[in-house]
Each structure stands twice: as structure tokens, then as C-alpha cells.
């Protein structure tokens, strides 16, 4: 891992990595692999290319791409790629690795935002760089790639860089990740206090050196793994004046990186001072150095102002780098920014103290991050005094803390002027653990007055990052067999990591002395590794040629899982074995291997050599064979190819086309055909009752159509269908069928079906018949006949028909009724009735039970308010729900019947309302003076309280109602007011029994009391005016109507 001090060019314009052995240096930290932690916002992250060019005799020039992640979802990740150039300095003897016949031109930053970067993102910053060297040479070059601003909020677990071989970035492309978890952000934190004057003002400051710690590699035990920081807390006094409200806002920048960095900070107080609120001060800082990894305050911001209240503040920072590409300065277009509301994050503006005040300053302490603890050491001279305590007890200095510890706090004795305290702390990580944290400490300052200043809080306190990493060795032997005298044989071994990287490749000089060596893979992240040997002249691995080494960490680690070990054993190939070829025969399902036909064919030999498989086994390779036994292939090219059987298909071979060379002496070819039977899928259609037609399907089976149709009794049937998931979805039969039964039979049952939906789930199994059959069932109805008296008319009768999904109303005219010809499900119960039946009307049921369309049974009554349908008939007896509510002559009547209906049946049933009257006294002791046409009924209670005026005449009493009612006087047209009185004394007594009124009605009944008081009548005289008299009798006539109930329906 390059270390966060490695990051900058050195004074020679080189990077500070050296490099490997055969390139003349030492050590190097430079990685194909993983760069790990430790790389912040504005870190110069280095990157080498070297490239060889091992031609004999040619000199090369060509082109590659250099590349970084530059934007996702417009969050920024690497932002430049600077200081391209080849590593030639004389004048630094470790970098002199490039052959001075290397030469480089280096293209403008362009950014691809096709994504066309294999495995790239939104936009990717690329440079193309164009390469000359001669034959047998050398080159090294080295660059920068600068972390943007924002960075530390890429999503993703890691940044990468890449290298692309071709203009098209498809070619060669290699890799290299940092991760972006740990990435600490260039940022700004401030404090704001606001008194009110006069007095003298306390404010507090804090500021934490290193801003982010990295305790290294925990394996390497050469070294402790702890680090010291550094948290400065200074408080001052400021004087203020008398009737104004002093604000002070202190303003910190963090710059996390491993060189400076120039910032320039904008500091906006905003207030109200009557007018809303509105800026009151701005300041600048001008051009700031922030130093490495550190937390500066940049300036403190004072302002004063009389009476002003909802004070808030705005820092925003712009930064500068002080690298230059080329002569031009290398631009920073990201900003940082910082808000305080000092009512809502501060304490709001605090009263002033007159006098002269003192001050006590606590400091707080805590960590985060497993495996992590610290300690205070102590304060540095010249600190104000104080004592810690844990948790309210005094606290023993270098006593390591972890996150499950109480907060350490710091509390200094009574403070009467500036001052400050330094404290020495110790950030420290067990061995072989690889974490990440943070250190976070906040201040306040408590007046003797009440007043309070802080530097962070715990909601946003000061941090230091922490993190450390675990870096394990793996020691890898390799032994061959014991060379002749003077021989040599270089190995190597390459290992990859999870993401099939190649991070490392160990070189094995072997010699007639040392024929078993050992080599470390140093420093290799917490990974699952795999080792393989790339070359070794002729030798083979004696055992599996590929080998996987877990390094990842286990829960608990220890220092002994820091290292681990791996070897090969290599041995001579067989001298002078023959190439063999073998075949292997798969079938799905299995058990049905034997009788296929192979045919190899190849330029060395002369036509071509059959095989028919024989051995039922699905995992064992048989050998080709000649005269002489096992066939020995000479080198060349070879095909196997089978001969494909109806009914079947091929879904794989492996290993089928093959080349022999010399070096394959001691192998069999092996050739895999993996065969699967095809199936049949068999779709069914019943109809219930038979003889349905038209019924629609769609599927997805094969590519020659997605839809048929099918008629009762008939079938579709699919052959040679591959195995896998197929649907057959049977069109919406509606309104005249539904589905109502689904079922698929099959070898192994694992299909499924969906009846809601109608729809089978096919798994089609290897060599399978699945057969689905779709059952409809045609739907029923209900229709009415309504008769009057026995006859059809034009009378108003109304009806609901009710069940699941159905809730609908019918009325006649006309007298045949299919209720807008809805659909009934069979064995389902629905409720047929007739509502709204006028007093004294009752219908007389009947139901069709032979199937012609008419009527031809009676239904009894039950006096029940409910009747269960009888299985026999499918229908119950006729009821009344209401039967048990009290009724009189207002009250309309409801009778229903329950009944299912058979698949495809339409059930009739014919209702005949008759004249029912049933005179019921009510109350049952009252005597009744006049019972009308109705049914309703007139009673000495109902006369007593409610006397009827006709012209001058009083009618209060069941003896003259029932004299004028029944004398013929009152029914006579020759005596016109008579008549008239008659008609509207009954009008007036149906409505005061509830008859409805309307506009018509009222009018009429007006027109006639005011024609009886225009000519005086009292009920002695039935004579009037001719006139009058015309009128008088068409009123009467109207007036009957009403009377009837044909007026107001």
C-alpha cells in the first residue's frame, strides 16, 4: 500500500515510489492490485505504466489509454490526470528505469461519457498517450490522478483507473481500485455565539492534528500500531460594547490530504434588524495554506449590531491547487460550505455580564470503530489546568478507551482570561485487524453569567478519521526435480485475486543446487487468492494445477493469520505417452447415454474414426479406438461431431475442436456432448355443458405463433419442445363462461396453475408430456315475467336481483325482465326479489322446472324473514327479510325467493301481483270509521287529530266523514260543489295517510278550497254559477286521479 506521504512528485519532478529489482530500484509500493486505504479528497494518487518492447530488432511505436472514474450521478470522483512523463532522470539514481530510446507524447484530457469503458461509469476521463522504443527495451511512466472534491461520496465500494490497449477501450484493459469508504472529505465546520453587550465575551476554539490517522499494516510487528494526535482547545476574551449584540463565528477548514492546499473561505452573518432578514457582514479570509492532514481555524468572524435578532451564518470555500500542469495551474471546480442557525444550532444570543466574568472549559471524548481504543497521555506544558474523569471518576492517564467505554471528559479549573490546553492522545488498533473510525472530541465553555461558547458538539464534533489495514505474506514453495550439472529453469507462479486480478507474479531461479524454493507474496489485502504456475519449460504440476488460498480474516484474528503458506510440486510429463482422445456422453434426462454416433475427423487423419457410446454412464469418457487399441493422435487439428438423434437437441460440448502439439505427449482430448430430450405439451379443452366453442389461448412455446383456439373435447398439442418454463394463458371467456377448474398431469410434478388468472405454469422437464386440461363452465341467468291480474301491462313493478359480484335492479314495463342479461356462476346462491310492493298488492309465484322457458311451478310461503334453497329444487320458498317489522296501510312489501342456477341454465320465473287486503285495525282496540279503496284505514283517533276543512264546511269526526263518503250527494255531478267537496276531502285524507304529494297535487288542492270559499259552501247547497260549475267538476276529475295514485308517482 503506497502510504498517504507517498503521494507527491519529489524534487526531482519523480514520484517517491521506487521500484522493483530487475528496474534497478528497491522495494516498491506499487500494486496491480488493490491500493487500499489511506487516499483522501485532493490526494495525488500515483500510477506507473511500465512497458516493454521484446522484439529482436524492431523498434515499436503505438498507443495506449490511460483512464479514471470521473463522474456518477454528477458526484465526482477523479477529476485530473497530470504530470504524464517518462522516468529517465539521471540525477536520481533509483528512478532511472526507461531506456533512453523511450519517447512519449501525451494527449489532452478528453472525457467518454458513451459508456463504452468496459465496466466503466457515467463519465470517464481518459488521456491517450502514444509510445516509441527500440528493440529489447524498457519504459516506465509515471502520472498522477488527482481525488475530486466530493469524492468521498462516490457510490460504489471503489474508485478505479484503468489502461486500455486499444483507442476503443475494449482491448488489454487492466485495473486498479481504491476503496471509497474510507475517503475523507475536504471539509468546513464552524461555531457561532451571539451576546448581547456589554461586558467581556468568551469564545472557544479547537482544533485536532492529524485530521486522519492511518495506524497501518496491524501484521507488521516490526512496529506498534498506534499513532499520536494532537486536540488544541484556546478560549480568548473579546470586549463588546454596551447595548449592541456581538456575534463571533469561528470558521475551520479540514484538508485530509497528504499535501497542502489553498483555500479562500466567504463568511456571511445574516440577521434582522428590523427588515426581514437580510446579510449584515461579509468577510474573507484571502488565500489560506491549509497544511497536510490538518484542521486549521481560518479566521473568526466579528460583527456588532444593535438590535438585531435571528441571526445565521454562511462560510463557502473555493480551493486552489498549488500543482501546476504545465505552466497553467491545475483548476479545483469543486466547493465546500457550511451553515449555523444560531437559534436552532447554537444557544440563541445570550445576555452580557457587566462585570467582569470566569470560565470553565469540558472537553468530551469518545471513539468509534471495532477494535479501536485511545488513551490521554496528558496535557503539554503550559496548558491551563484540569483534571479528566471517566464516568465521574478520576481518570488514569494512558488507560486505553474503546466504544464501549463511557466519554472521557476534561474539566479545567476557573478561567478569569485567555487561555488554552493541548492534549497529548494515543490512537492504537490490536495486531491483524483491519478497521476504520472515528475520533471525535467537542468543547464547551461555561461562564460564571450562564453563558456558553462550544467548539463542536456531540451531534458534530471535531474528528480524526482512524484506519488500519492487515496485510498478509504468503510464503509459496515451489520444488522441481533436482536439475543436471549447470542446468538452470526459471518458474513462475502468478496470483490473482477474487476479481481474478493479477497481483503478484513470483519468479523461480532454479539451479543444479537448489531445486525447492521459497518466495513471498508480501502485503497482500484480506482476499480469497488463487496461485496457478504460468511457466516452467516442460514440467507439470504434480496435483491441482490451480490452488485456492483463503486470506480473508476470520472474526477473531490473531498475528499467526498475517502470513500462510502455499506449494507446488512440479514433475516430468511422461516421456513418449501418447495422445489420447475421449468422448463422454450426457443426456437429459439421464439413462439414455448409450447408441450415439461420434465421428472424429482431422488433417492427420485419413477419413474419419467412428464411436458409438456403450458404457450407461453419464460421467465416464470412453476412448476412441483403431485396430490396435486406444487411438494415438499425431499432432494437428481434430473435430469431434455427433450425430444428433430425432427428438433431441444439443445444449453443449466441451473440449469437441481441439489442437495437439508436441507438448501434449501424455494427455487424453476429452469431448463432452450434452444432449436434451425434447418434450410434448398437450393442452385440453372441456366445456361444461359439452359443446362449447371459440375458446382463445396464448403461450409462449416455441416461435411459430402465440395464439389458438379450441372447441369443446378438442386438444393442441406441442412436439419437440425444449425442457424449460413455458405459460399457456387461456383467454378471458367472460361474460359467458368463467374457468373453473384447471389441471396439468406430468412425469414430475412441478408445474403450477393459476385458475384467477387462467393460466398454467409449464415445467417442461427433459423428454417430459405435460397434458393441461381447461375446464369452462357456462354461465346461467334469470329472467322474470311480471303479470298484473294475470295479465301483462304497463304497470311499474320493480326488482333486485343480488349474489357475489351481482347487485342489480329491474323494472317493468316491459313485463319480460333479464336484468341487462347478467351472468350467473352455477352453485352459487343468489337472491331474487321484488321490492317496493304497494299495500294491499302481493305476487304469486311461479318457476320453470322442466327447462322449456315457462313457468310451470308454484312457490309456497314461508313466514319466515329468510328459506334455505332446497337442494332438489335449487330454489326456496318465497319470504318476506321484513317480515317481522311492524307495517300499516303506509308501508310497502318485499318477498323474495334464494336459487341457484345449473352451468348454462337460464332459470324463468313468473311473478302475478294480485289484490291481498288484509284489514288490520291499528292500533288493534281503535275503532275504525271508513276503510278506503286502498286498504287504509280511517280511525276515531286518526278523525280526533286531524280535522279536514272543505270551503267553510269542518269535517272532525268518523260519523260525518263516513256520512259524506257515503251519501250520493258527494257523488253526483248534476250537485258540482257537492261533488267537488267529496273529491277534495278524499284527496286530503289519502294525503294525510301518506300518500305523496307533488307540485300538481298541491296546486289542485288549492285551486279547489279556494273555488269552494269563492262561492261560500258550508255543505248546505250543492249548486253553483254555471261558471263555476265547469270548473268545479274538472277539478273533481283531477282531483280523483290523485286519489287513484296515478298522480304523484
Same mark, same amino acid.
Given at each position: 500500500?503506497?502510504?498517504?506521504?507517498?503521494?507527491?512528485?519529489?524534487?526531482?519532478?519523480?514520484?517517491?515510489?521506487?521500484?522493483?529489482?530487475?528496474?534497478?530500484?528497491?522495494?516498491?509500493?506499487?500494486?496491480?492490485?488493490?491500493?487500499?486505504?489511506?487516499?483522501?479528497?485532493?490526494?495525488?494518487?500515483?500510477?506507473?505504466?511500465?512497458?516493454?518492447?521484446?522484439?529482436?530488432?524492431?523498434?515499436?511505436?503505438?498507443?495506449?489509454?490511460?483512464?479514471?472514474?470521473?463522474?456518477?450521478?454528477?458526484?465526482?470522483?477523479?477529476?485530473?490526470?497530470?504530470?504524464?512523463?517518462?522516468?529517465?532522470?539521471?540525477?536520481?539514481?533509483?528512478?532511472?528505469?526507461?531506456?533512453?530510446?523511450?519517447?512519449?507524447?501525451?494527449?489532452?484530457?478528453?472525457?467518454?461519457?458513451?459508456?463504452?469503458?468496459?465496466?466503466?461509469?457515467?463519465?470517464?476521463?481518459?488521456?491517450?498517450?502514444?509510445?516509441?522504443?527500440?528493440?529489447?527495451?524498457?519504459?516506465?511512466?509515471?502520472?498522477?490522478?488527482?481525488?475530486?472534491?466530493?469524492?468521498?461520496?462516490?457510490?460504489?465500494?471503489?474508485?478505479?483507473?484503468?489502461?486500455?490497449?486499444?483507442?476503443?477501450?475494449?482491448?488489454?484493459?487492466?485495473?486498479?481500485?481504491?476503496?471509497?469508504?474510507?475517503?475523507?472529505?475536504?471539509?468546513?465546520?464552524?461555531?457561532?455565539?451571539?451576546?448581547?453587550?456589554?461586558?467581556?465575551?468568551?469564545?472557544?476554539?479547537?482544533?485536532?492534528?492529524?485530521?486522519?490517522?492511518?495506524?497501518?499494516?496491524?501484521?507488521?510487528?516490526?512496529?506498534?500500531?498506534?499513532?499520536?494526535?494532537?486536540?488544541?482547545?484556546?478560549?480568548?476574551?473579546?470586549?463588546?460594547?454596551?447595548?449592541?449584540?456581538?456575534?463571533?463565528?469561528?470558521?475551520?477548514?479540514?484538508?485530509?490530504?497528504?499535501?497542502?492546499?489553498? %483555500?479562500?473561505? *466567504?463568511? /456571511? &452573518?445574516? $440577521? @434582522?434588524?428590523?427588515?426581514?432578514?437580510?446579510?449584515?457582514? +461579509? #468577510?474573507? !479570509?484571502?488565500?489560506?495554506?491549509?497544511?497536510?492532514?490538518?484542521?486549521?481555524?481560518?479566521?473568526?468572524?466579528?460583527?456588532?449590531?444593535?438590535?438585531?435578532?435571528?441571526?445565521?451564518?454562511?462560510?463557502?470555500?473555493?480551493?486552489?491547487?498549488?500543482?501546476?500542469?504545465?505552466?497553467?495551474?491545475?483548476?479545483?471546480?469543486?466547493?465546500?460550505?457550511?451553515?449555523?442557525?444560531?437559534?436552532?444550532?447554537?444557544?440563541?444570543?445570550?445576555?452580557?455580564?457587566?462585570?467582569?466574568?470566569?470560565?470553565? %472549559?469540558?472537553? *468530551?471524548? /469518545? &471513539?468509534? $470503530? @471495532?477494535?479501536?481504543?485511545?488513551?490521554?497521555?496528558?496535557? +503539554? #506544558?503550559? !496548558?491551563?489546568?484540569?483534571?479528566?474523569?471517566?464516568?465521574?471518576?478520576?481518570?488514569?492517564?494512558?488507560?486505553?478507551?474503546?466504544?464501549?467505554?463511557?466519554?472521557?471528559?476534561?474539566?479545567?479549573?476557573?478561567?478569569?482570561?485567555?487561555?488554552?490546553?493541548?492534549?497529548?492522545?494515543?490512537?492504537?488498533?490490536?495486531?491483524?485487524?483491519?478497521?476504520?473510525?472515528?475520533?471525535?472530541?467537542?468543547?464547551?465553555?461555561?461562564?460564571?453569567?450562564?453563558?456558553?461558547?462550544?467548539?463542536?458538539?456531540?451531534?458534530?464534533?471535531?474528528?480524526?478519521?482512524?484506519?488500519?489495514?492487515?496485510?498478509?505474506?504468503?510464503?509459496?514453495? +515451489?520444488?522441481?526435480?533436482?536439475?543436471?550439472?549447470?542446468?538452470?529453469?526459471?518458474?513462475?507462479?502468478?496470483?490473482?485475486?477474487?476479481?481474478?486480478?493479477?497481483?503478484?507474479?513470483?519468479?523461480?531461479?532454479?539451479?543444479?543446487?537448489?531445486?525447492?524454493?521459497?518466495?513471498?507474496?508480501?502485503?497482500?489485502?484480506?482476499?480469497?487468492?488463487?496461485?496457478?504456475?504460468?511457466?516452467?519449460?516442460?514440467?507439470?504440476?504434480?496435483?491441482?494445477?490451480?490452488?485456492?488460498?483463503?486470506?480473508?480474516?476470520?472474526?477473531?484474528?490473531?498475528?499467526?493469520?498475517?502470513?500462510?503458506?502455499?506449494?507446488?510440486?512440479?514433475?516430468?510429463?511422461?516421456?513418449?505417452?501418447?495422445?489420447?482422445?475421449?468422448?463422454?456422453?450426457?443426456?437429459?434426462?439421464?439413462?439414455?447415454?448409450?447408441?450415439?454416433?461420434?465421428?472424429?475427423?482431422?488433417?492427420?487423419?485419413?477419413?474419419?474414426?467412428?464411436?458409438?457410446?456403450?458404457?450407461?454412464?453419464?460421467?465416464?469418457?470412453?476412448?476412441?479406438?483403431?485396430?490396435?487399441?486406444?487411438?494415438?493422435?499425431?499432432?494437428?487439428?481434430?473435430?469431434?461431431?455427433?450425430?444428433?438423434?430425432?427428438?433431441?437437441?444439443?445444449?453443449?460440448?466441451?473440449?469437441?475442436?481441439?489442437?495437439?502439439?508436441?507438448?501434449?505427449?501424455?494427455?487424453?482430448?476429452?469431448?463432452?456432448?450434452?444432449?436434451?430430450?425434447?418434450?410434448?405439451?398437450?393442452?385440453?379443452?372441456?366445456?361444461?355443458?359439452?359443446?362449447?366453442?371459440?375458446?382463445?389461448?396464448?403461450?409462449?412455446?416455441?416461435?411459430?405463433?402465440?395464439?389458438?383456439?379450441?372447441?369443446?373435447?378438442?386438444?393442441?398439442?406441442?412436439?419437440?419442445?425444449?425442457?424449460?418454463?413455458?405459460?399457456?394463458?387461456?383467454?378471458?371467456?367472460?361474460?359467458?363462461?368463467?374457468?373453473?377448474?384447471?389441471?396439468?398431469?406430468?412425469?414430475?410434478?412441478?408445474?403450477?396453475?393459476?385458475?384467477?388468472?387462467?393460466?398454467?405454469?409449464?415445467?417442461?422437464?427433459?423428454?417430459?408430456?405435460?397434458?393441461?386440461?381447461?375446464?369452462?363452465?357456462?354461465?346461467?341467468?334469470?329472467?322474470?315475467?311480471?303479470?298484473?291480474?294475470?295479465?301483462?301491462?304497463?304497470?311499474?313493478?320493480?326488482?333486485?336481483?343480488?349474489?357475489?359480484?351481482?347487485?342489480?335492479?329491474?323494472?317493468?314495463?316491459?313485463?319480460?325482465?333479464?336484468?341487462?342479461?347478467?351472468?350467473?356462476?352455477?352453485?352459487?346462491?343468489?337472491?331474487?326479489?321484488?321490492?317496493?310492493?304497494?299495500?294491499?298488492?302481493?305476487?304469486?309465484?311461479?318457476?320453470?322446472?322442466?327447462?322449456?322457458?315457462?313457468?310451470?311451478?308454484?312457490?309456497?310461503?314461508?313466514?319466515?324473514?329468510?328459506?334455505?334453497?332446497?337442494?332438489?329444487?335449487?330454489?326456496?320458498?318465497?319470504?318476506?327479510?321484513?317480515?317481522?317489522?311492524?307495517?300499516?296501510?303506509?308501508?310497502?312489501?318485499?318477498?323474495?325467493?334464494?336459487?341457484?342456477?345449473?352451468?348454462?341454465?337460464?332459470?324463468?320465473?313468473?311473478?302475478?301481483?294480485?289484490?291481498?287486503?288484509?284489514?288490520?285495525?291499528?292500533?288493534?282496540?281503535?275503532?275504525?270509521?271508513?276503510?278506503?279503496?286502498?286498504?287504509?284505514?280511517?280511525?276515531?283517533?286518526?278523525?280526533?287529530?286531524?280535522?279536514?276543512?272543505?270551503?267553510?264546511?269542518?269535517?272532525?269526526?268518523?260519523?260525518?266523514?263516513?256520512?259524506?263518503?257515503?251519501?250520493?250527494?258527494?257523488?253526483?255531478?248534476?250537485?258540482?260543489?257537492?261533488?267537488?267537496?267529496?273529491?277534495?276531502?278524499?284527496?286530503?285524507?289519502?294525503?294525510?295517510?301518506?300518500?305523496?304529494?307533488?307540485?300538481?297535487?298541491?296546486?289542485?288542492?288549492?285551486?279547489?278550497?279556494?273555488?269552494?270559499?269563492?262561492?261560500?259552501?258550508?255543505?248546505?247547497?250543492?249548486?253553483?254559477?254555471?261558471?263555476?260549475?265547469?270548473?268545479?267538476?274538472?277539478?273533481?276529475?283531477?282531483?280523483?286521479?290523485?286519489?287513484?295514485?296515478?298522480?304523484?308517482?
Amino acid at each position: 500500500m503506497i502510504t498517504p506521504g507517498g503521494t507527491l512528485p519529489n524534487t526531482d519532478g519523480n514520484f517517491t515510489c521506487q521500484d522493483v529489482n530487475s528496474l534497478g530500484g528497491n522495494d516498491t509500493p506499487y500494486t496491480s492490485g488493490n491500493l487500499g486505504k489511506g487516499w483522501h479528497e485532493l490526494d495525488l494518487v500515483p500510477h506507473r505504466l511500465i512497458t516493454k518492447n521484446n522484439q529482436n530488432g524492431t523498434n515499436a511505436q503505438y498507443n495506449v489509454l490511460i483512464a479514471a472514474d470521473n463522474a456518477l450521478n454528477s458526484v465526482e470522483g477523479y477529476d485530473q490526470i497530470f504530470d504524464v512523463q517518462i522516468i529517465t532522470s539521471s540525477s536520481d539514481s533509483l528512478n532511472v528505469f526507461s531506456d533512453p530510446s523511450c519517447s512519449l507524447i501525451v494527449g489532452p484530457q478528453l472525457i467518454d461519457q458513451t459508456g463504452t469503458v468496459t465496466g466503466g461509469i457515467d463519465d470517464v476521463i481518459y488521456r491517450e498517450l502514444t509510445i516509441s522504443q527500440n528493440a529489447n527495451t524498457t519504459c516506465v511512466i509515471d502520472w498522477a490522478s488527482r481525488l475530486a472534491i466530493g469524492a468521498s461520496q462516490f457510490s460504489g465500494s471503489s474508485l478505479q483507473a484503468y489502461m486500455f490497449e486499444s483507442e476503443d477501450f475494449t482491448k488489454g484493459k487492466r485495473t486498479v481500485p481504491i476503496p471509497v469508504k474510507d475517503i475523507v472529505a475536504a471539509s468546513l465546520r464552524k461555531d457561532m455565539t451571539a451576546t448581547q453587550g456589554g461586558g467581556d465575551i468568551w469564545n472557544v476554539t479547537k482544533q485536532a492534528s492529524p485530521t486522519a490517522v492511518n495506524l497501518g499494516d496491524t501484521c507488521d510487528t516490526s512496529v506498534t500500531n498506534e499513532q499520536d494526535v494532537e486536540i488544541r482547545v484556546e478560549w480568548s476574551v473579546i470586549p463588546s460594547t454596551a447595548g449592541e449584540v456581538l456575534v463571533v463565528t469561528n470558521i475551520y477548514a479540514t484538508n485530509p490530504a497528504a499535501r497542502a492546499i489553498t %483555500i479562500n473561505v *466567504t463568511d /456571511t &452573518i445574516s $440577521g @434582522n434588524i428590523g427588515a426581514g432578514i437580510v446579510p449584515l457582514d +461579509v #468577510a474573507s !479570509s484571502g488565500d489560506v495554506t491549509l497544511p497536510p492532514n490538518q484542521d486549521v481555524n481560518v479566521f473568526t468572524h466579528t460583527f456588532s449590531a444593535a438590535g438585531v435578532t435571528d441571526l445565521s451564518d454562511t462560510v463557502v470555500a473555493t480551493y486552489s491547487d498549488p500543482v501546476s500542469s504545465g505552466s497553467a495551474p491545475l483548476p479545483i471546480t469543486g466547493q465546500t460550505s457550511a451553515s449555523f442557525d444560531l437559534d436552532t444550532d447554537g444557544a440563541g444570543i445570550q445576555p452580557g455580564s457587566q462585570d467582569n466574568t470566569m470560565a470553565v %472549559i469540558t472537553d *468530551t471524548e /469518545t &471513539i468509534t $470503530g @471495532n477494535g479501536l481504543s485511545y488513551a490521554a497521555l496528558g496535557t +503539554v #506544558a503550559g !496548558s491551563a489546568n484540569g483534571d479528566f474523569t471517566l464516568d465521574g471518576m478520576a481518570y488514569t492517564l494512558a488507560t486505553l478507551l474503546d466504544q464501549n467505554n463511557k466519554n472521557l471528559l476534561w474539566t479545567s479549573v476557573s478561567q478569569s482570561a485567555a487561555n488554552s490546553v493541548v492534549f497529548n492522545k494515543r490512537v492504537s488498533v490490536p495486531a491483524a485487524t483491519a478497521t476504520s473510525g472515528v475520533l471525535s472530541d467537542w468543547a464547551l465553555l461555561t461562564a460564571s453569567d450562564g453563558a456558553t461558547a462550544s467548539s463542536g458538539t456531540s451531534e458534530s464534533p471535531v474528528n480524526i478519521s482512524v484506519i488500519s489495514t492487515a496485510l498478509i505474506d504468503l510464503t509459496v514453495s +515451489v520444488e522441481i526435480p533436482v536439475l543436471a550439472t549447470s542446468e538452470t529453469l526459471t518458474c513462475e507462479v502468478e496470483v490473482k485475486n477474487s476479481s481474478n486480478v493479477v497481483v503478484d507474479t513470483l519468479t523461480y531461479m532454479f539451479d543444479d543446487i537448489n531445486n525447492v524454493l521459497s518466495i513471498d507474496a508480501s502485503d497482500l489485502i484480506p482476499d480469497v487468492y488463487t496461485l496457478s504456475v504460468s511457466t516452467c519449460g516442460t514440467l507439470i504440476v504434480d496435483g491441482p494445477a490451480i490452488q485456492t488460498v483463503d486470506l480473508t480474516l476470520p472474526a477473531q484474528p490473531t498475528i499467526d493469520d498475517c502470513s500462510d503458506t502455499a506449494s507446488f510440486v512440479l514433475i516430468e510429463p511422461e516421456v513418449d505417452a501418447p495422445v489420447l482422445v475421449s468422448v463422454n456422453k450426457v443426456t437429459l434426462p439421464a439413462g439414455l447415454e448409450n447408441d450415439w454416433v461420434m465421428t472424429l475427423a482431422g488433417s492427420p487423419l485419413i477419413g474419419s474414426v467412428e464411436l458409438i457410446t456403450a458404457d450407461s454412464n453419464a460421467s465416464a469418457f470412453e476412448l476412441f479406438q483403431d485396430n490396435a487399441g486406444p487411438l494415438k493422435l499425431a499432432p494437428g487439428e481434430y473435430t469431434i461431431a455427433e450425430t444428433l438423434k430425432p427428438g433431441w437437441e444439443q445444449i453443449s460440448s466441451t473440449g469437441c475442436e481441439f489442437t495437439v502439439t508436441e507438448n501434449d505427449t501424455g494427455t487424453t482430448k476429452a469431448c463432452s456432448f450434452t444432449n436434451r430430450q425434447l418434450g410434448t405439451i398437450i393442452i385440453h379443452k372441456v366445456s361444461e355443458p359439452s359443446g362449447g366453442e371459440g375458446f382463445g389461448f396464448t403461450h409462449n412455446i416455441g416461435d411459430t405463433g402465440t395464439t389458438f383456439t379450441l372447441n369443446d373435447a378438442d386438444n393442441q398439442t406441442f412436439m419437440n419442445v425444449p425442457a424449460g418454463s413455458y405459460t399457456v394463458t387461456e383467454d378471458n371467456p367472460a361474460p359467458t363462461y368463467s374457468l373453473s377448474n384447471l389441471v396439468c398431469t406430468e412425469g414430475t410434478q412441478n408445474s403450477s396453475v393459476d385458475v384467477n388468472n387462467r393460466r398454467a405454469n409449464i415445467e417442461l422437464d427433459p423428454g417430459e408430456t405435460v397434458e393441461c386440461t381447461f375446464t369452462n363452465s357456462e354461465k346461467g341467468m334469470v329472467e322474470v315475467l311480471k303479470l298484473t291480474k294475470g295479465y301483462e301491462t304497463d304497470d311499474i313493478w320493480d326488482f333486485t336481483l343480488t349474489g357475489p359480484s351481482v347487485n342489480t335492479l329491474a323494472s317493468t314495463p316491459p313485463t319480460s325482465l333479464d336484468f341487462s342479461g347478467v351472468k350467473l356462476d352455477s352453485g352459487v346462491e343468489y337472491t331474487l326479489c321484488e321490492v317496493n310492493i304497494p299495500f294491499g298488492w302481493r305476487p304469486i309465484w311461479r318457476v320453470d322446472t322442466d327447462g322449456d322457458g315457462s313457468a310451470d311451478t308454484s312457490i309456497t310461503y314461508t313466514d319466515g324473514t329468510s328459506s334455505v334453497i332446497e337442494p332438489e329444487l335449487g330454489y326456496s320458498e318465497v319470504f318476506n327479510p321484513n317480515a317481522e317489522a311492524p307495517t300499516d296501510y303506509k308501508s310497502t312489501s318485499t318477498y323474495c325467493v334464494n336459487f341457484t342456477v345449473d352451468n348454462g341454465q337460464t332459470l324463468v320465473f313468473e311473478l302475478n301481483n294480485v289484490k291481498y287486503y288484509k284489514v288490520v285495525s291499528y292500533p288493534p282496540q281503535e275503532e275504525v270509521c271508513y276503510v278506503m279503496k286502498q286498504g287504509y284505514e280511517v280511525t276515531e283517533a286518526h278523525m280526533a287529530n286531524n280535522a279536514y276543512s272543505v270551503g267553510y264546511m269542518r269535517i272532525d269526526s268518523c260519523e260525518l266523514l263516513s256520512t259524506l263518503f257515503n251519501s250520493h250527494y258527494y257523488n253526483n255531478r248534476r250537485l258540482p260543489a257537492h261533488y267537488l267537496a267529496g273529491k277534495l276531502l278524499k284527496t286530503k285524507v289519502y294525503q294525510s295517510l301518506g300518500y305523496a304529494m307533488c307540485d300538481k297535487s298541491s296546486r289542485l288542492m288549492q285551486d279547489g278550497q279556494n273555488l269552494l270559499l269563492h262561492v261560500g259552501y258550508d255543505g248546505s247547497y250543492g249548486y253553483m254559477p254555471r261558471k263555476d260549475a265547469r270548473a268545479a267538476k274538472k277539478l273533481a276529475l283531477l282531483l280523483n286521479i290523485y286519489s287513484r295514485g296515478r298522480m304523484c308517482r
